[in-house]
């Protein structure tokens, strides 16, 4: 993989969000030629505690907006913040639709990391297919994990089962593979009626946020609209396989776990496992939030991320954390935010 000043990928006019705030640009290629677009938003120490934020099917790195502007105001260059765009997402290229996996995601994210040069210590945050992405990397084997995350944040996700509970029970239906195979051999054009009908659910629910008339939401908004049909339909598949329920009690990272009681994609049963799955997890509920976490709970998110990074009010470095003597499921913290 190589990373390059982000010129190929973004026009002339393009700014990151929160621009002018010591990120940068970069266009980092993946071990098997794809370009993502990346947004570094670096610290003025080569040891700085980092975070990479992983968003959504559907959306892009600039949904991560609220917490880039909380972390950055909290604690300016003092940490270093990393987003980027999926393959097929936002400002990434596309890719062979056998290649829109959550493994593949996971490869990604490791490619990031080396090309980056990561050297402080690593918190992960993923939201919805960003969150499995994350854990699709904990499962990898070590050999392919060129840094050990110590912290990790799961917002609105599931770690299997998404065929089981909530809209994901579309994914249970014979739709999934036949759409698959349809928008793989068939004319865009032909396959858009099709792909349109099957993934409106998805839309509907991503979306639902779009109208309060905040930047954010229209970023957000904009991003589920013009996602290729092939990106959406391209996943469908690899979420139906999706389970990794199998890694999570090897998990050593400082984990918290946020759910949305309006949550229809992801419903909070699958943060309950998680957290309970995960030793000395942390479940923050939100009991009105919806699957928009980001935005419907921006600062508890910003506010686990800072925790997962061991950063604390008043303090220049990241506290260590001390590890729990209990380490079974029973360490977890279920916390109901109002």
Known sequence: MSVAPDTALA????????????CVGRTVTT???????????????????????????????ESWEP???????????????????????????????PTYQID?????LADVLAALRITGP???????????????????????????????VLVGTAAGSLAARGIGRLLATPATGALFGLVHRMPQRATDKAVK?????????????????????AVAATAI???????????????????VYRDLESITAKTFVVSGGTDMLTPASHSRDMAAAIPGAIHLHHPTAGHMLLQDAAESVSNAIARAMGMRRGSARPVTPRKSRNRSSAAQLAVVVS
């Open 11 to 22: 026009p002339a006019a393009f700014r990151p969000a929160s621009a002018g705030d010591g």
């Open 122 to 152: 690593l918190t992960l945050a993923g939201h919805s297919m960003g969150g499995m992405t994350a854990l699709a990397y904990f499962g990898r084997p070590a050999s392919k994990r060129p840094v050990e995350p110590r912290g990790l």
């Open 225 to 243: 609209r013009t996602t290729s049909l092939t990106t959406a339909a391209g996943f469908l598949p690899s979420l139906k396989r999706y389970e």
């Open 197 to 217: 009908a099957f993934i409106r659910p998805l839309g509907d629910a991503l979306s639902k946020f779009a109208g309060d008339g905040t930047a954010v939401a």
């Open 67 to 97: 917490q880039v502007r909380q972390l950055r105001r909290q604690w300016g260059n003092r940490v270093r913040i990393i987003t980027y765009d999926h393959r097929g997402h936002g400002r990434s290229a596309g890719a062979p639709m």
């Open 31 to 61: 071990s098997d030629g794809v370009r993502l677009a990346v947004t570094d938003y670096g610290s003025d120490r080569a040891d700085a505690p980092t975070v990479v934020l992983l968003h959504g099917l559907l959306l892009s790195q």
């Open 104 to 108: 593949r995601l996971a490869a990604d």
